[in-house]
């Protein structure tokens, strides 16, 4: 999408109705979500022509003592990929962590180094929340086996200034574009629980 128009993008909440489209994507992308709930997700939209171009979901796990939330299921449409959409997806996830009082956000993935950009860190999965213990064991069976425990402390947050720019520029022509080998990946045999193009 060369010259798409990304200043009237925003990111909001997914709707009841929007369920069904959802669920397609989520197929598309080969995301299992068998907790489903849409109220979770958050939409990338194009203010001027409704256009989905991206989505995400924060997952509250509550446990004996403690609740705790996952960021999972970040998605790019194809033509919107390379504009810095995902980043702001996540941005809206940790605002939204934020606003229901989780003063620190997990993630579970096979592709550590997209979140890790934004501040996400590794951890040992031995000193995981309980709730994510099991979930842990869940993506594992679903995504790989290689997948990580990372954890960001929500005040910590930030977006890299060349997403930023992306989405904010009318053009976008002009900014570089960031292959899976910029991060460490190898394009061929990778397996993505994120499927951002960038």
């Given amino acids: 999408m060369r010259g798409q128009d990304v200043s009237s993008m925003h990111v909001r909440p997914a709707e009841k109705h929007e369920e069904v489209w959802l669920l397609d994507r989520l197929d598309e992308f080969g995301m299992p979500d068998p907790a489903f709930r849409s109220r979770d997700y958050v939409f990338a939209v194009d203010e001027e022509t409704g256009e989905k171009a991206g989505f995400g979901r924060l997952r509250v796990h509550s446990g004996d003592d403690t609740s705790v939330c996952e960021l999972t299921n970040i998605g790019v449409l194809p033509d919107w990929r390379g504009r810095g959409v ?5 941005e809206r996830l940790v605002e939204s962590a934020q606003d229901q009082g989780f003063d620190r956000v997990f993630s579970l993935t096979t592709e550590p180094a997209y979140l890790e950009q ?7 999965e031995s000193t995981l ?4 213990v099991r979930r842990l064991s869940e993506v594992r069976e679903t995504e790989g086996e290689d ?3 990372l954890v960001l402390d ?7 200034g060349r997403l ?4 904010r520029s009318d053009e976008g022509e002009d900014e570089p574009q960031e292959t899976a080998e910029d991060f460490g990946i190898d394009a061929d045999t990778a397996t993505y629980k994120y499927d951002t193009g960038g």
Avoid: C, M, N, T
Avoid at 86 to 90: K, L, T
Avoid at 118 to 124: M, T, V
Avoid at 154 to 160: G, Q, T
């Fill in 154 to 160: 929500a005040d910590a947050f930030s977006v890299p």
């Fill in 129 to 132: 929340p309980e709730p994510l």
């Fill in 164 to 167: 930023r720019r992306r989405f």
């Fill in 86 to 90: 995902g980043a702001h997806v996540i």
């Fill in 118 to 124: 934004f501040g996400f860190e590794r951890i040992d």
């Fill in 147 to 149: 997948a990580v425990p």
